[in-house]
């Protein structure tokens, strides 16, 4: 049983950054792969990046490469996405997701956040 909270969403405008949270809890979290997902309206879910607890198997989607960043602390049990030079097009909530495969599908992950809104504006 694993739970996932985001924070961190929120209005920006083009160019600029946002930092999103994902704290995890439950006995069994740190068996997981922490990945971050994205859905606008009419869209599918679509894959965002991915970390093991460890700091390894980071894996970036090509629409937000070279310009995010997806970090770990153990410490705080918290999964970081950091989000720069924005665009209209990364307008989505945002999820949180654990998975024993976590490889870049939706079906590979097992428990999932509530979501958090990024609103990027012109």
């Known amino acids: 049983q694993v739970q996932l909270v985001e924070s961190g969403g929120g209005l920006v405008q083009a160019g600029g950054s946002l930092r999103l949270s994902c704290a995890a809890s439950?006995?069994?979290?740190?068996?997981?792969?922490m990945g971050w997902f994205r859905q606008a309206p009419g869209k599918e879910r679509e894959f965002v990046a991915r970390?093991?607890?460890?700091?390894?198997?980071?894996q970036y989607a090509d629409s937000v490469k070279g310009r995010s960043t997806i970090s770990r602390d153990n410490a705080k049990n918290t999964v970081y996405l950091q989000m720069n030079s924005l665009n209209p097009t990364d307008t989505a909530v945002y999820y949180c997701?654990?998975?024993?495969?976590?490889?870049?599908?939706?079906?590979?992950?097992?428990?999932w956040g509530q979501g958090t809104q990024v609103t990027v504006s012109a």
């Open positions: 970390i093991h607890w460890s700091g390894g198997n980071i």
């Open positions: 997701a654990a998975g024993a495969m976590g490889r870049t599908t939706v079906a590979t992950y097992d428990y």
């Open positions: 439950g006995r069994t979290f740190s068996r997981y792969v």
